[in-house]
């Protein structure tokens, strides 16, 4: 079965730096990844999704990259704001016989400062 | 966007009763639904895939007898936990994908914690 790591630390960060996150996984290469963030007592949010002919994706201040040479995805948040504090999940597909059956890091959390 | 929503949002009830959670699409049609459950400082666990109109498939290690699924119609699942002990203590989040949109794209409820005493 996969392994989904995570780093398990709080990441804190000045309000306008650059967060980055890791996703590390160590089995087959899964044919997309998916970036989450869920709030304390709410279910996740989807953030960004990147297949695995994909390099390197972009949404607004965030940015994720897959390497599947490496098994990694990287999460960027660029100037991070107060408000993008949150536990970010990555997700892999584990395709049992259809999509949608999703894996889950145990999430980084991550806390902007002013 | 499409919602997800999940009633009740908390639950708190007396070891060995059962409690119906509701998951609902509410602008779309979602053929597949899938439940989580989520301890404190863990991740999301898959619980079970819940398939319009036949049988859910529970992952390896949930009871399927304990946990029921019924994915009524295209927009409604429930899940019942029978007999429930203070170790179902947890948040249970509901997931569903749009039938008509992406296979890969999924919408997450608020999820519902439950307490049982």
């Known amino acids: 079965s996969q392994k989904i790591e995570q780093n398990s630390e709080a990441l804190n960060i000045q309000e306008g730096k650059t967060a980055t996150l890791t996703c590390n996984y160590t089995?087959?290469?899964?044919?997309?990844l998916q970036w989450y963030r869920q709030d304390p007592g709410r279910g996740p949010v989807f953030l960004l999704l990147i297949r695995e002919n994909e390099k390197e994706k972009r949404k607004e201040r965030l940015k994720v990259t897959f390497d599947t040479t490496l098994k990694q995805s990287l999460f960027h948040i660029t100037a991070s704001q107060p408000a993008d504090s949150a536990t970010y999940l990555c997700?892999?597909?584990?395709?049992?016989?259809?999509?949608?059956?999703?894996?889950f890091g145990a999430g980084t959390q991550v806390v902007v400062t002013p | 966007g499409a919602v997800v929503s999940q009633h009740p949002s908390w639950v708190i009830c007396k070891s060995g009763t059962s409690v119906k959670i509701e998951c609902r699409s509410l602008d779309f049609q979602a053929t597949t639904m899938f439940w989580y459950r989520q301890f404190p400082k863990q991740s999301l666990m898959l619980m079970a895939t819940?398939?319009?109109?036949?049988?859910?498939?529970?992952e390896q290690g949930v009871e399927k007898d304990k946990f029921l699924i019924n994915h009524a119609s295209l927009t409604l699942s429930t899940l019942t936990v029978t007999s429930a002990h203070p170790e179902d203590s947890s948040f249970y989040i509901c997931?569903?994908?749009?039938?008509?949109?992406?296979?890969?794209?999924?919408?997450f409820g608020p999820g519902t914690r439950l307490l049982v005493l």
């Open positions: 997931s569903a994908r749009d039938r008509t949109g992406s296979q890969e794209t999924q919408y």
């Open positions: 089995n087959y290469s899964p044919a997309y």
């Open positions: 819940s398939n319009e109109g036949s049988k859910a498939t529970y």
């Open positions: 997700a892999l597909d584990l395709f049992d016989r259809s999509w949608g059956k999703l894996q």
